[in-house]
């Protein structure tokens, strides 16, 4: 089966979404239909990028507005949801997305998880933000100090489930480490990298990358600072 009979079957499957036809439960729990356009509101992948990083550079310079963030936009969403871009960041405490790109209810779908790793419940995830929801771009963010990619580069002995996600970011410490620099810092942005192509393997983020409908980026939060910066 290629990729664009996927990306078809894929659509009839968020038309059946959003008619409740099939998934009524998901449909009712996440909500798919549109929300009002906002004045600034990015149209395309390249305006929903520089929305993000306007936004962090509103919150580095401490000159956020806190958009979107009261009860009325509370009440405009509550049955329903569009976010523009989607994020799947690292589940570290000091990293939360719609602060740090200065967002409001409704505009980020973020999936976080130890390592920003792209799993197969996050990739699909991020399917359903981005086909069904209709995110414009999913940014993979990565952040200076990451606690899962040291314990990778040390071969920490971890329980239960932990040695997954080490393994996950272990080929990223294997390709940057001959890199000059900080070791740690190469790999945790030679991580988001690795993640982005893990992501790009799915049928469906794919095809939505080919109808230029999407863009998967990199970035990386410095925890000292509060700077994002584009990882390529």
């Keep these: ?66 958009p979107r963030q009261d009860l009325a936009r509370l ?9 523009f871009a989607a994020i799947l960041g690292c589940a570290d405490s000091r990293v939360p997305s719609e602060i ?43 952040h200076k100090r990451c606690g899962a990619v040291a314990a990778t580069i040390k071969g920490a002995e971890v329980p239960g489930q932990i040695g997954s996600l080490l393994a996950a970011i272990r080929p990223a410490v294997e390709k940057s480490a001959e890199q000059k620099g900080d070791r740690l810092e190469n790999a945790c942005k030679a991580n988001v990298l690795v993640q982005i192509e893990k992501l790009k393997t799915s049928p469906v983020l794919s095809q939505l990358i080919t109808e230029k409908k999407l863009k998967i980026v990199g970035g990386y939060y410095d925890l000292d600072t509060g700077i994002v910066s584009v990882v390529s």
């Excluded at 038309?15 to 798919?32: M, S």
């Excluded at 009440?75 to 976010?83: C, F, H």
């Excluded at 130890?114 to 929801?133: H, K, Q, R």
């Design 100 to 142: 740090i790109f200065d967002q409001g209810f409704g505009d980020l779908f973020v999936c976080r998880v130890a390592g920003n790793v792209a799993t197969p419940e996050e990739i699909g995830s991020l399917e359903f933000g981005t086909l069904i929801l209709g995110s414009k771009v999913i940014m993979v963010m990565g």
């Design 75 to 83: 009440s405009e969403v509550a049955k329903t949801q569009k976010p």
């Design 1 to 66: 089966m290629n990729v664009k009979k996927l990306g078809n079957i894929s659509r009839r499957t968020a038309l059946k979404f959003g008619t409740g036809v099939v998934g009524t439960g998901i449909a009712v729990g996440i909500g798919t239909g549109s929300r009002a356009t906002s004045i600034n509101e990015p149209t395309t992948p390249d305006q929903t990028i520089q929305e993000l990083l306007n936004g962090n550079k509103r919150f580095v310079q401490r000159k956020r507005t806190n």
